[in-house]
């Protein structure tokens, strides 16, 4: 089984700054774009960031300035840094990667998982 472990959320005034940090654990073999979407009230899902194995990063334009994505292969975790946080981005976020459990000759395949979530307030 793998799991994704979210932290670092919080509430924040606006204009401040926090960094969510999700690390992943079980049977892993190997990870491939770990990425972060978030859900506000009453809005779908969306994606905030992402970043493939080799450092390649995508970012929302509503966040691009304002959020780092980045991560650290060595010890599977991936992050957040938000700066310059405004009240919408209040949301529950979610942490998302592409993981394969065992080598293709094995039968593995790559699947996605996510984390439990974590909120994100900003108030004004």
């Known amino acids: 089984q793998v799991q994704l472990a979210e932290s670092g959320g919080g509430l924040v005034l606006a204009g401040g700054s926090l960094r969510l940090s999700c690390a992943a654990s079980?049977?892993?073999?190997?990870?491939?774009?770990m990425a972060w979407f978030r859900q506000g009230p009453g809005k779908q899902r969306e994606l905030v960031a992402s970043?493939?194995?080799?450092?390649?990063?995508n970012y929302a334009d509503s966040v691009k300035g304002r959020f780092t994505i980045s991560r650290d292969n060595t010890q599977n975790t991936v992050y957040l840094q938000m700066t310059s946080l405004k009240p919408e981005d209040t949301a529950v976020y979610y942490c998302?990667?592409?993981?394969?459990?065992?080598?293709?000759?094995?039968?593995?395949?790559?699947?996605?998982?996510w984390g439990q979530g974590t909120q994100v307030t900003v108030s004004s």
């Open positions: 998302n990667a592409g993981i394969r459990d065992r080598p293709s000759s094995s039968g593995g395949s790559v699947n996605p998982y």
């Open positions: 079980g049977r892993i073999f190997s990870i491939y774009t």
């Open positions: 970043i493939t194995n080799g450092g390649i990063t």
